[in-house]
């Protein structure tokens, strides 16, 4: 329905302009801006989450941009696998991902055509660790205690093994691949804590998820394979490119975490000062 009246709004537009009314369209356009502007502000992110349970003491949230094409993406996709297939082997392969793709960075700064393994990688853990819970779930098979223990377990020994990846090739220095390593796993934990403590497990931070991360890092080594590694000299640290990318990216995962922390604290503060 808004898709329409879009359309009929640019048709409206044209018209203006093909007869000359230049006031007018300006007028009408300053008024669709206005009404974008009154989306973004209502814009509420549980209305576009994808929400699930995961047994009778967790719900799972995913407010992430590609959520609910995943959403599609599992509905087709879980009743082709093969029954021999289970959720233990997919997250086995997911885990098998990261590791193919730790092996694009340390090899693929030797010769550039291992880094075709990065997205190939990828692409690997984000079916591995995106169907093995769905694949449960569809099969009426779930085990919410044990899922969940294995689930987050082997994504931090995979957080741990991508990181060193990362530092052990060329591309990057090992003390800033495990400053980002230190930072995402404390993420992490902030997402399992909120998880234990309101039984609320929120797979992304705002629009941005696992997924999305996947497609930057897939993109990212895009640009790996067609560009020269560049050296800096800072203050007589050495330091590539890809060194200030990741730094940069460690800060701002760092600030995302340091305001999340802030605002759970006063959320849950309020929640238990509510009866004083």
């Not at 509420?44 to 993406?73: C, F, H, M, P």
């Not at 377990?153 to 060329?170: H, K, R, Y």
């Not at 902030?190 to 991360?213: C, K, M, S």
Request: aromatic share 14%; proline share 2%; hydrophobic share 45%.
């Amino acid at each position: 329905m808004k898709k329409k009246r879009k359309d009929i709004k640019n048709i409206e537009l044209l018209s203006l302009l093909q007869e000359g009314k230049v006031q007018e369209f300006f007028d009408e356009l300053g008024r669709i801006i206005e009404t974008f502007g009154e989306d973004i502000k209502n814009f509420n992110l549980d209305d576009w989450a994808v929400k699930y349970s995961r047994g009778k003491e967790q719900q799972a949230i995913n407010t992430a941009i590609t959520g609910k094409a995943e959403e599609k993406a599992k509905e087709w996709i879980c009743p082709r696998i093969p029954q021999w297939i289970n959720s233990d082997h997919l997250t086995v392969l997911g885990y098998i991902g990261m590791v193919i793709t730790a092996l694009g960075f340390v090899f693929g700064f030797v010769n550039r055509w291992y880094i075709l393994l990065i997205p190939f990688g990828l692409l690997v853990n984000w079916f591995g660790d995106s169907f093995d819970g769905s694949i449960a779930r569809y099969r009426k098979k779930t085990r919410p205690k044990y899922g969940y223990y294995i689930d987050k377990i082997v994504d931090a020994v995979a957080v741990i093994t991508l990181s060193l990846g990362i530092g052990l090739s060329g591309f990057f220095k090992i003390e800033i691949a495990l400053l980002f390593a230190s930072i995402y796993l404390a993420l992490m934990s902030h997402v399992d804590l909120v998880t234990h403590v309101q039984g609320q497990n929120r797979n992304a931070f705002g629009l941005f998820g696992p997924t999305e991360i996947r497609i930057v890092g897939a993109l990212f080594s895009i640009y790996m394979f067609f560009s020269k590694v560049y050296y800096f000299d800072i203050y007589g640290y050495t330091v590539t490119q890809y060194d200030i990318a990741l730094f940069v990216l460690s800060v701002v995962m760092a600030i995302i975490l340091l305001i999340s922390i802030f605002k759970k604290g006063i959320e849950l503060h309020k929640i238990d000062t509510k009866d004083w």
